[in-house]
């Protein structure tokens, strides 16, 4: 076929080649255009639209944002929600964790924790505004029981979005964690256990330092989940006061005062803040591996 | 995995049953606790949702007074399920359908050949996967509107493609790097041509892989709220996003029509989950991304 091509096209298409680039590689162009056109040129393009405001000069939308404690606010709340939540739902995935690892039959329950993450939030939400309500079955529980005599109020506040946080992100959370605990070796513990180390030495000493890089990259997907959550804040929260997250900011500027600008600076905004925390949990992660080994803290 | 699992349970249950303090054992109680207690919650929430469904009334008791289905038709003809469900499936089987064609290829290529600038293009798919869609979902909603695709179902496929392909690539690269190589190099030299060579020999290879692939993506875009909200129009929607709306909007509607409607997603969900479980582990929904992420 080639025959009849003049030389310098052999030889630039043989150099190409021996690089790694044939037919066979050109298969990536589509799925790299497409994520070219669909999700880097949208980034950029949002990027330079936040230096475009309706009015005023080129930082103007930062500025605003920055002044306006209506959208500043939105960043100390949404962390109020989204630190605590991930690091409840990873103390609380790491034992789990650890006893479901000894399980024979794990399938069934990865099964049915599977299930909220399937669902989304959507549903967690309609099902937790029957839930929690104040004729609920959790508070009608609580009240057969004694605990408490007159309905919780968990609904349309803090608590609704920090409660469907927990249902949606701990099962996430827990599979992760989960994945990283039985991808141990386990001929490591049983040497431990062998040279007589209890249970709790051999988590100090064996386990939590090689979890520790997994952990904090479990803690860095659970976090940027729960920062950005929407449907669930306005559906269980209080949208105009203690749960306006900054993604109700975002969707706000951007659909209701149609102010795509002001929207993207806040987008922008956003992805820098999960980017500063996850990049600050990587950059802790690497100083605890350069440490002392027996520091055995998590 | 499952297998080391099963291993780790023999060796260290042995020692830790011989010597059993009482520490030990109301820590194991207290953990199981923990997962029995978040299990009841979850199980009531959703048995809440279905039970409110088929109530004829229900105040102030713990079940309603009676049992009725009159809400699924009243949700049915108020939301206008059926064209809400008509644009569900067009969207999910379309995205399905794209990933699969521009996803698997493009993890053939990644996983059979290297080339400079194979970690870049790694990163450029692993970023869709990590950053959450309400943060890329706004500007890409402006960049689809300003181009006139916003508020249409073309604009929704698109947007819902920007993870699920990388998902599909991300996934199918480790299913092909296990195929060895020489099967193709034989068939080769036999004779075949590439279209043969991929209908004779890949395609059967990779249907396993791709089945699983393409169901998670099937399960993850009825599912997926965010991206398709951003985009969606008024004949666009799907039925997550439609519920979202008749859920924002309670007060306007009984709150049972909207619990009905809530059914009626889940029923859609899982039937496809159940399917997806039958190929796929459960933790694969989750865990992908990071195990690709790992090294």
């Given at each position: 076929?080639?025959?009849?091509?003049?030389?310098?096209?052999?030889?630039?298409?043989?150099?190409?080649?021996?690089?790694?680039?044939?037919?066979?590689?050109?298969?990536?162009?589509?799925?790299?255009?497409?994520?070219?056109?669909?999700?880097?040129?949208?980034?950029?393009?949002?990027?330079?639209?936040?230096?475009?405001?309706?009015?005023?000069?080129?930082?103007?939308?930062?500025?605003?944002?920055?002044?306006?404690?209506?959208?500043?606010?939105?960043?100390?709340?949404?962390?109020?929600?989204?630190?605590?939540?991930?690091?409840?739902?990873?103390?609380?995935?790491?034992?789990?964790?650890?006893?479901?690892?000894?399980?024979?039959?794990?399938?069934?329950?990865?099964?049915?924790?599977?299930?909220?993450?399937?669902?989304?939030?959507?549903?967690?939400?309609?099902?937790?505004?029957?839930?929690?309500?104040?004729?609920?079955?959790?508070?009608?529980?609580?009240?057969?029981?004694?605990?408490?005599?007159?309905?919780?109020?968990?609904?349309?506040?803090?608590?609704?979005?920090?409660?469907?946080?927990?249902i949606t992100g701990f099962p996430f959370t827990f599979l992760l964690t989960l994945s990283y605990v039985t991808g141990i070796d386990p001929a490591l513990e049983q040497a431990a256990a062998t040279l007589g180390a209890k249970a709790a030495s051999r988590f100090r000493h064996i386990f939590l330092p090689l979890l520790v890089p997994g952990l904090a990259i479990t803690?860095?997907?659970?976090?940027?989940?729960?920062?950005?959550?929407?449907?669930?804040?306005?559906?269980?929260?209080?949208?105009?006061?203690?749960?306006?997250?900054?993604?109700?900011?975002?969707?706000?500027?951007?659909?209701?005062?149609?102010?795509?600008?002001?929207?993207?600076?806040?987008?922008?905004?956003?992805?820098?803040?999960?980017?500063?925390?996850?990049?600050?949990?990587?950059?802790?992660?690497?100083?605890?591996?350069?440490?002392?080994?027996?520091?055995?803290?998590? | 995995?499952?297998?080391?699992?099963?291993?780790?349970?023999?060796?260290?249950?042995?020692?830790?049953?011989?010597?059993?303090?009482?520490?030990?054992?109301?820590?194991?109680?207290?953990?199981?606790?923990?997962?029995?207690?978040?299990?009841?919650?979850?199980?009531?929430?959703?048995?809440?949702?279905?039970?409110?469904?088929?109530?004829?009334?229900?105040?102030?008791?713990?079940?309603?007074?009676?049992?009725?289905?009159?809400?699924?038709?009243?949700?049915?003809?108020?939301?206008?399920?059926?064209?809400?469900?008509?644009?569900?499936?067009?969207?999910?089987?379309?995205?399905?359908?794209?990933?699969?064609?521009?996803?698997?290829?493009?993890?053939?290529?990644?996983?059979?050949?290297?080339?400079?600038?194979?970690?870049?293009?790694?990163?450029?798919?692993?970023?869709?996967?990590?950053?959450?869609?309400?943060?890329?979902?706004?500007?890409?909603?402006?960049?689809?509107?300003?181009?006139?695709?916003?508020?249409?179902?073309?604009?929704?496929?698109?947007?819902?493609?920007?993870?699920?392909?990388?998902?599909?690539?991300?996934?199918?690269?480790?299913?092909?790097?296990?195929?060895?190589?020489?099967?193709?190099?034989?068939?080769?030299?036999?004779?075949?041509?590439?279209?043969?060579?991929?209908?004779?020999?890949?395609?059967?290879?990779?249907?396993?892989?791709?089945?699983?692939?393409?169901?998670?993506?099937?399960?993850?875009?009825?599912?997926?709220?965010?991206?398709?909200?951003?985009?969606?129009?008024?004949?666009?929607?799907?039925?997550?996003?439609?519920?979202?709306?008749?859920?924002?909007?309670?007060?306007?509607?009984?709150?049972?029509?909207?619990?009905?409607?809530?059914?009626?997603?889940?029923?859609?969900?899982?039937?496809?989950?159940?399917?997806?479980?039958?190929?796929?582990?459960?933790?694969?929904?989750?865990?992908?991304?990071?195990?690709?992420?790992?090294?």
């Open positions: 076929m080639s025959i009849a091509v003049d030389d310098e096209h052999i030889s630039t298409r043989m150099r190409l080649r021996a690089r790694g680039w044939d037919g066979v590689t050109l298969l990536i162009l589509p799925a790299v255009a497409l994520m070219l056109g669909l999700f880097i040129y949208p980034f950029l393009y949002g990027f330079w639209l936040s230096f475009q405001p309706k009015a005023g000069s080129l930082f103007a939308n930062y500025a605003r944002f920055f002044a306006d404690p209506y959208l500043y606010e939105t960043v100390a709340k949404t962390l109020w929600i989204a630190v605590p939540v991930t690091l409840l739902n990873l103390l609380a995935a790491i034992p789990v964790a650890f006893r479901v690892r000894l399980m024979q039959r794990q399938r069934w329950l990865t099964t049915l924790l599977v299930l909220p993450i399937t669902l989304g939030t959507v549903l967690v939400a309609e099902g937790l505004l029957n839930y929690l309500g104040p004729q609920g079955w959790l508070n009608r529980t609580l009240m057969l029981f004694g605990i408490i005599s007159s309905p919780v109020k968990l609904l349309h506040n803090y608590w609704g979005v920090f409660l469907s946080l927990v803690f860095c997907l659970s976090f940027v989940q729960a920062f950005s959550v929407f449907p669930s804040a306005v559906l269980l929260g209080a949208p105009a006061g203690p749960t306006r997250v900054i993604s109700i900011a975002a969707y706000q500027a951007a659909f209701e005062e149609y102010d795509y600008s002001l929207a993207s600076a806040i987008a922008m905004i956003m992805g820098f803040i999960q980017l500063a925390i996850v990049g600050g949990v990587l950059a802790l992660r690497g100083l605890f591996y350069r440490g002392p080994a027996g520091g055995g803290k998590g | 995995m499952a297998i080391s699992a099963f291993a780790v349970s023999d060796a260290t249950a042995a020692p830790s049953m011989a010597a059993k303090p009482l520490s030990h054992r109301l820590w194991v109680t207290a953990v199981w606790t923990l997962i029995g207690f978040f299990l009841i919650n979850l199980i009531a929430m959703i048995a809440a949702v279905i039970t409110s469904s088929f109530a004829s009334r229900w105040l102030r008791s713990w079940l309603p007074e009676g049992a009725t289905t009159k809400w699924y038709f009243s949700a049915w003809s108020e939301f206008q399920l059926d064209d809400v469900l008509v644009v569900t499936f067009q969207v999910v089987f379309a995205v399905t359908a794209l990933s699969g064609l521009i996803g698997v290829p493009a993890a053939y290529a990644m996983a059979r050949r290297e080339f400079p600038g194979k970690k870049l293009i790694m990163l450029l798919f692993l970023l869709p996967m990590l950053v959450p869609p309400i943060t890329y979902g706004i500007p890409l909603a402006t960049v689809l509107y300003r181009s006139g695709l916003g508020g249409t179902m073309a604009g929704v496929i698109l947007a819902n493609l920007v993870p699920t392909v990388p998902f599909v690539i991300l996934v199918m690269i480790p299913f092909i790097e296990q195929i060895d190589p020489k099967i193709e190099a034989a068939a080769r030299v036999f004779g075949a041509s590439t279209l043969r060579l991929f209908t004779s020999v890949l395609l059967p290879l990779l249907l396993p892989g791709m089945l699983a692939a393409l169901l998670l993506v099937l399960v993850r875009t009825i599912a997926m709220f965010e991206l398709t909200f951003l985009v969606a129009g008024p004949t666009s929607q799907t039925l997550v996003v439609a519920l979202y709306y008749a859920v924002f909007a309670a007060g306007v509607r009984a709150v049972q029509s909207i619990d009905a409607m809530a059914v009626i997603y889940m029923a859609v969900t899982v039937v496809w989950l159940i399917i997806a479980l039958r190929f796929v582990n459960p933790a694969q929904i989750v865990t992908r991304a990071k195990q690709t992420k790992a090294h």
